[in-house]
């Protein structure tokens, strides 16, 4: 069973369209997360939910609209698609608590042309 | 606020030999630290944390850190290198809450025959 899984793997997609991309965790874990990675590697924090409540929102354009309808789903609904957002977004998941450790999805590799 | 730097985007090293990877961080408040592993095409995956007592901990796949509050640093090594570990490794830290976790920018190991 997958733990933290993704769909889909990969989107292409025109500028301006608008795209989701879903996340599902299956442990039971109250805190979720969506990152950015971008072409150098570097990844940054978009968002943390907690028991389907924003906890943090990391200076993200506002066409980014995370959805948490429960606790083991957290989706990413992005508008008028740029170049700029062509990256790997990764859904992520732990228990409350700075300590615990973070369980990452496979990822969505986003390319926008 | 919190930050962690790695020094050295990329490092190379033989096959058998020592691997070292370096993180400083900076952090107001007592901080709880993780190496994660990312292999190509994957996520993110815990190699080992430092949250509190024993200041050398282990990790997976031979790999161990050791906190030292005094020179802010937690570097990750391992006694010998397998062509398995090449990869990207990533440095954070997290807050107490564990909603807001600061990666570093991430160093490519290059394991070379």
């Known amino acids: 069973d997958t733990a933290v899984s993704q769909t889909p793997k990969y989107l292409v997609t025109q500028m301006g369209n608008d795209k989701s991309i879903k996340c599902e965790q299956n442990l039971g874990h109250d805190t979720m997360y969506w990152y950015k990675q971008d072409s150098k590697k570097f990844l940054k924090i978009m968002f943390s939910?907690?028991?389907?409540?924003?906890?943090i929102n990391e200076t993200v354009p506002n066409r980014f609209s995370p959805k948490s309808p429960d606790k083991a789903h957290l989706n990413l609904h992005i508008n008028s698609l740029e170049l700029g957002d062509s990256a790997v977004y990764f859904c992520?998941?732990?228990?409350?608590?700075?300590?615990?450790?973070?369980?990452f999805g496979p990822g969505t590799r986003l390319t926008v042309l | 606020a919190q930050s962690v730097t790695q020094l050295g985007s990329h490092v190379s090293v033989s096959e058998g030999a020592l691997v070292l990877l370096r993180c400083n961080y900076s952090?107001?408040?007592?901080?709880?630290l993780f190496w994660y592993v990312q292999y190509p095409n994957q996520g993110l995956q815990l190699l080992l944390k430092?949250?509190?007592?024993?200041?050398l901990v282990k990790g997976i796949n031979g790999f161990e850190a050791e906190f030292k509050k005094s020179e802010t640093s937690f570097h990750l090594t391992k006694p010998s290198a397998h062509m398995s570990d090449a990869a990207e490794y990533f440095c954070?830290?997290?807050?107490?809450?564990?909603?807001?976790?600061?990666f570093g920018a991430g160093t490519r190991l290059f394991v070379k025959a």
């Open positions: 952090s107001s408040v007592p901080p709880y």
């Open positions: 430092y949250t509190t007592g024993a200041t």
């Open positions: 992520a998941s732990s228990p409350p608590q700075g300590y615990n450790e973070q369980f």
């Open positions: 939910y907690n028991n389907k409540e924003l906890i």
């Open positions: 954070a830290v997290s807050d107490t809450g564990g909603f807001k976790t600061i």
